[in-house]
């Protein structure tokens, strides 16, 4: 069984950026039948889960910011569970909705998802995002 710390981030990303970069390349040729596909095949792949739960537990800003959950910080081990179980799918998480006070003294809504709810975002960002940065 592979360890959290025992992980080559590089290779992955490498494997994404290549992936991202067929997608790119495709949306501009205007072959979305195959776009559609390899976005279906990256969401899926093991890779592109390790690294999205990597970026919202370990390098985003609010990693540290708990959601409705109550969790935090996960472990290596929370973390490889939270891989293994990350699945695209009709269903989230609750939000912790939060008050925000603005300095005219109105209030601004703010709503916290879960760090699954999170990791899930990420993944599907990977996926969508090379798609449109070829129309922009």
């Not at 890779?47 to 919202?56: G, P």
């Not at 989230?92 to 879960?114: A, E, F, H, M, Y």
């Amino acid at each position: 069984m592979m360890k959290w710390n025992n992980i080559v981030w590089k290779d992955k990303e490498i494997w994404l950026y290549k992936f991202q970069r067929k997608i790119f390349n495709l949306s501009k040729m205007g072959d979305m039948k195959t776009v559609f596909f390899i976005q279906k095949q990256l969401i899926e792949h093991e890779n592109a889960k390790f690294l999205a739960v990597r970026k919202v537990t370990q390098d985003n800003l609010g990693k540290r910011t708990a959601g409705v959950d109550g969790i935090s910080l996960l472990t290596p081990d929370e973390r490889m569970d939270l891989v293994k179980n990350i699945k695209i799918d009709q269903h989230s998480d609750k939000i912790l909705r939060v008050t925000i006070p603005k300095p005219n003294g109105s209030v601004r809504n703010l709503g916290i998802p879960t760090i699954r709810d999170r990791a899930k975002q990420c993944l599907v960002k990977f996926a969508l995002e090379p798609q449109y940065e070829a129309f922009f």
